[in-house]
């Protein structure tokens, strides 16, 4: 009996997996993509109204967004958003760009943000752009890219958070 109860202490650490670290954040998917989305009821305001408030947000957050689209009896806007995240005290730091959408009827809007991209910044990582999806899967199956993931991640998910927060006051607190 103490031979099987050594040979179990000595076989319990190989049998027994390392539990990965939780998300540092909950990052919102949809289709296997980064995808943020609000929908917000500004009431008495008309579409036009809201649209032109928003309108005006992603002109003023982001210069290079798009050009205001109509469709049918509500509007859309579509932009691409960008922001940058710092990672460490070396400075080193993320571009992240991405999609917005905002589809606006009466008293209304959907802000959508998606399709998320992410350029590192820092000595000894290629600078090209590369889906932030496929980084965020590997980091939730305990495969980091790098030290900085966690860094990134909750940054990411604070400064989308933070836009959507400022769209919903530039329309409704015009």
């Given at each position: 009996m103490k031979k099987l109860t050594l040979l179990l202490l000595v076989l319990a650490p190989l049998l027994v997996r390392a539990q990965k670290e939780a998300p540092p954040v909950p990052i919102p998917m949809k289709n296997n993509l980064v995808w943020y989305e609000?929908?917000?009821t500004v009431p008495g305001l008309s579409a036009d109204s809201i649209a032109a408030r928003a309108a005006r947000w992603l002109h003023d957050s982001f210069p290079e967004a798009n050009e205001t689209l109509k469709i049918s009896s509500s509007e859309y806007l579509q932009?691409?958003?960008s922001f940058r995240v710092t990672t460490s005290d070396d400075g080193h730091y993320y571009w992240l760009k991405f999609i917005i959408d905002i589809v606006?009827?009466?008293?209304?809007?959907?802000a959508q943000f998606y399709q998320y991209y992410e350029k590192p910044v820092e000595p000894g990582i290629t600078n090209d752009w590369s889906?932030?999806?496929y980084r965020w899967w590997d980091y939730c199956q305990g495969k980091p890219w790098s030290v900085e993931d966690k860094t990134l991640f909750r940054g990411l998910h604070t400064q989308s958070l933070a836009l959507l927060e400022s769209l919903h006051?530039?329309?409704a607190d015009y």
């Open positions: 609000k929908n917000d932009g691409t958003g606006v009827t009466p008293n209304k809007y959907t889906k932030i999806g006051h530039a329309v």
